[in-house]
């Protein structure tokens, strides 16, 4: 079972041991408008531990650390870890936000963007507004699209697992890095 830590403690063993490997799972986008200056991107869409352990960026026998933006893939990229053998594996409690939020050091980009979190909201909620409107002006089926979305969102709350998320981490605006 992964261990979990707060950012002070994060900020301690980052200063005992300057080469601690700290992942940071978020998009290329959320990793380049804001990170922790330690973390190497790897998100988790194309999260591989093995690969990562081949390159020589990961060693099984050695602390991994895990960041995303407060929590929650950052649970889903240790699991990974575990799951390929890694034995200590350990998550960052609050993430990148707050570490930035305590005033410790970080590397921004010149670029803003919207948040994955953010995203899901807006594409869900999107989604309902759209099911109400066709079931309104099209035909009363088209409500079933709001219930499948509120399906998930309840999935998600209870599973911690976000397809929809997942799905938006692959769009193209999050595939660039907040350089390109």
């Not at 709001?146 to 976000?162: E, K, P, Q, R, W």
Request: overall charge positive; hydrophobic content about 50%.
């Amino acid at each position: 079972m992964a261990e979990t830590i707060s950012i002070g403690t994060l900020k301690a063993r980052i200063a005992g041991d300057p080469g601690l490997l700290l992942v940071d799972v978020r998009t290329p986008a959320e990793y380049g408008e804001v990170h922790v200056p330690q973390a190497k991107s790897v998100p988790l869409d194309s999260l591989d531990p093995a690969a990562l352990a081949a390159a020589g960026v990961a060693a099984r026998d050695r602390p991994v650390h895990v960041i995303c933006r407060t929590q929650n893939r950052a649970k889903l990229g240790a699991a990974a870890f575990e799951k390929a053998g890694f034995g200590q594996v350990v998550i960052v409690d609050g993430g990148t936000t707050a570490w930035e939020a305590a005033g410790y050091p970080v590397t921004r980009g010149g670029v803003k963007v919207i948040s994955l979190e953010r995203q899901v909201r807006i594409g869900a909620g999107s989604l309902v507004v759209l099911g109400v409107l066709l079931a309104w002006l099209v035909h009363p089926a088209f409500i079933v699209l709001s219930g499948f979305v509120g399906a998930g969102l309840v999935f998600a709350g209870i599973t911690d697992f976000c397809g929809m998320g997942l799905l938006l981490a692959r769009a193209p605006w999050n595939r660039r890095t907040a350089a390109g």
